[in-house]
C-alpha cells in the first residue's frame, strides 16, 4: 500500500483521506515512508482517487496544506522557551542602552539650566542625578526624570523575570553562574541548542568577539573571559588566575548546557562536582 497526504493507494483501488486541512496536516504529520518501496505520485492520481477535480485544485490544496504545516513549524520554534528568552534579553540590552542615553541627554539639559553644576556632576551616580532633577516640579526635565525611572524600574522586573526564565530554560548553567548570565550567554549564542554545541573555548569567550578578533588581525593579547567575567568566581579571582578559572567554568558550562538541551532538567551530582572544580581553581578552601 502506498500512503500520500491525499489517501492511501493499494492496486488500482484509492481511500481518500478524510477531514479538513487540519486533519490533512496531523495526517502528514503521522505518515511514515520507505523510500525503497516509494512510488512518485502524479496529481492525476489524486484525481482518481476522487479528492480534487483537476490539476488546479489538486495544487490549491497542495499548497494551502504546505502554508499549514509551515506555519504549524514556525508557531512550534517560537513556543521554545529559549526562543522567548532571547528576545528578553535583547530587550533588557535595549532598555540598558535606552536609559543610559536619557539619563546623559536628561544631565546635559540640567547643566544647561544649571551651568555651576557642570563641574561635579560627572562624579553624581545616575540614581541620584535624576532625583536631583526632580526637584524643581515645575520644569519638565523633572517630568523626564520620573519617567526615566519608572523606566528603570521596569527595567529591574525585567531582570528579574529574565533570570527566572534562565533557571526554567537552562537550569545547570544558572545554578553554575546565575540566572542572568545564563541569559546572556544562551542569547549571543543564538539558543540552548547552539550553546550546547559550542567547545568551551568559544563559550570562555563570548562576548568578547571583538577583542578576539583585533589579536587574530593585529596580534594584541587574546581575551581570556567575556560573558563568563560577570561571574563572581572569574571576576574576583586573582589576575594570574582568572584565565584558569574562566577556562574550568567554560568547560562546565558546555556541559551543563547539553544536559540542559538534552535533559532539560537539573542535574545536582553534576553541578557538586563542577562547582568543587570551579573551586579548585579559583584556588578556594
Same mark, same amino acid.
Given at each position: 500500500?502506498?500512503?500520500?497526504? %491525499?489517501?492511501?493507494? #493499494?492496486?488500482?483501488?484509492?481511500t481518500p483521506a478524510e477531514g479538513d486541512l487540519d486533519a490533512l496536516a496531523e495526517r502528514l504529520d503521522r505518515l511514515r515512508i520507505s523510500m525503497a518501496s516509494f512510488t512518485p505520485l502524479a496529481w492525476e492520481d489524486a484525481v482518481a482517487c476522487g479528492v480534487v477535480a483537476d490539476r488546479r485544485e489538486y495544487l490549491d490544496r497542495l499548497r494551502a496544506?504546505?502554508?499549514?504545516?509551515?506555519? /504549524?513549524?514556525?508557531? +512550534?520554534?517560537?513556543?521554545?522557551?529559549?526562543? #522567548?528568552?532571547?528576545?528578553?534579553?535583547?530587550?533588557?540590552?535595549?532598555? *540598558?542602552?535606552?536609559?543610559?542615553?536619557?539619563?546623559?541627554?536628561?544631565?546635559?539639559?540640567?547643566?544647561?539650566?544649571?551651568?555651576? %553644576?557642570?563641574?561635579?556632576?560627572?562624579?553624581?551616580?545616575?540614581? !541620584?542625578?535624576? &532625583?536631583?532633577?526632580? !526637584?524643581?516640579?515645575?520644569?519638565?526635565?523633572?517630568?523626564? +526624570?520620573? #519617567?526615566? /525611572?519608572?523606566?528603570?524600574? /521596569?527595567?529591574? =522586573?525585567?531582570?528579574?523575570?529574565?533570570?527566572?526564565?534562565? *533557571?526554567?530554560?537552562?537550569?545547570?548553567?544558572? +545554578?553554575?553562574?546565575?540566572?542572568?548570565?545564563?541569559?546572556?550567554?544562551?542569547?549571543?549564542?543564538?539558543?540552548?541548542?547552539?550553546?550546547?554545541?559550542?567547545?568551551?573555548?568559544?563559550?570562555?569567550?563570548?562576548?568578547? #568577539?571583538?577583542?578576539? %578578533?583585533?589579536?587574530?588581525?593585529? @596580534?594584541?593579547?587574546?581575551? !581570556?573571559?567575556?560573558?563568563?567575567?560577570?561571574?563572581?568566581?572569574?571576576?574576583?579571582?586573582?589576575?594570574?588566575?582568572?584565565?584558569?578559572?574562566?577556562?574550568?567554568?567554560?568547560?562546565?558550562?558546555?556541559?551543563?548546557?547539553?544536559?540542559?538541551?538534552? =535533559? @532539560?532538567?537539573? &542535574?545536582?551530582? %553534576?553541578? /557538586?562536582?563542577?562547582?568543587?572544580?570551579?573551586?579548585?581553581?579559583?584556588?578556594?578552601?
Amino acid at each position: 500500500m502506498q500512503h500520500y497526504w %491525499f489517501g492511501d493507494r #493499494e492496486g488500482g483501488a484509492c481511500t481518500p483521506a478524510e477531514g479538513d486541512l487540519d486533519a490533512l496536516a496531523e495526517r502528514l504529520d503521522r505518515l511514515r515512508i520507505s523510500m525503497a518501496s516509494f512510488t512518485p505520485l502524479a496529481w492525476e492520481d489524486a484525481v482518481a482517487c476522487g479528492v480534487v477535480a483537476d490539476r488546479r485544485e489538486y495544487l490549491d490544496r497542495l499548497r494551502a496544506l504546505c502554508i499549514r504545516r509551515a506555519e /504549524e513549524t514556525i508557531a +512550534a520554534y517560537y513556543r521554545q522557551g529559549d526562543i #522567548e528568552l532571547l528576545q528578553m534579553v535583547r530587550m533588557l540590552d535595549e532598555t *540598558d542602552t535606552v536609559i543610559n542615553l536619557l539619563t546623559e541627554r536628561a544631565t546635559e539639559w540640567y547643566i544647561v539650566r544649571n551651568p555651576q %553644576f557642570s563641574r561635579k556632576y560627572r562624579a553624581i551616580g545616575a540614581k !541620584k542625578m535624576l &532625583s536631583i532633577m526632580k !526637584k524643581d516640579r515645575s520644569s519638565p526635565l523633572a517630568r523626564l +526624570a520620573g #519617567e526615566i /525611572e519608572r523606566l528603570a524600574a /521596569e527595567r529591574t =522586573r525585567l531582570m528579574r523575570e529574565v533570570s527566572a526564565r534562565a *533557571d526554567t530554560v537552562a537550569p545547570n548553567c544558572s +545554578a553554575l553562574v546565575g540566572g542572568l548570565v545564563a541569559a546572556r550567554l544562551v542569547s549571543r549564542a543564538g539558543g540552548l541548542a547552539q550553546l550546547a554545541r559550542l567547545p568551551a573555548s568559544t563559550i570562555q569567550v563570548l562576548g568578547a #568577539e571583538n577583542a578576539l %578578533f583585533t589579536h587574530l588581525r593585529s @596580534g594584541t593579547p587574546p581575551p !581570556k573571559h567575556g560573558i563568563i567575567f560577570q561571574h563572581r568566581r572569574v571576576h574576583n579571582a586573582p589576575r594570574g588566575t582568572r584565565g584558569r578559572v574562566a577556562r574550568v567554568l567554560a568547560a562546565k558550562l558546555g556541559i551543563a548546557a547539553r544536559i540542559d538541551y538534552y =535533559r @532539560g532538567e537539573l &542535574s545536582p551530582a %553534576f553541578l /557538586e562536582t563542577a562547582q568543587r572544580r570551579i573551586d579548585d581553581a579559583a584556588g578556594v578552601a
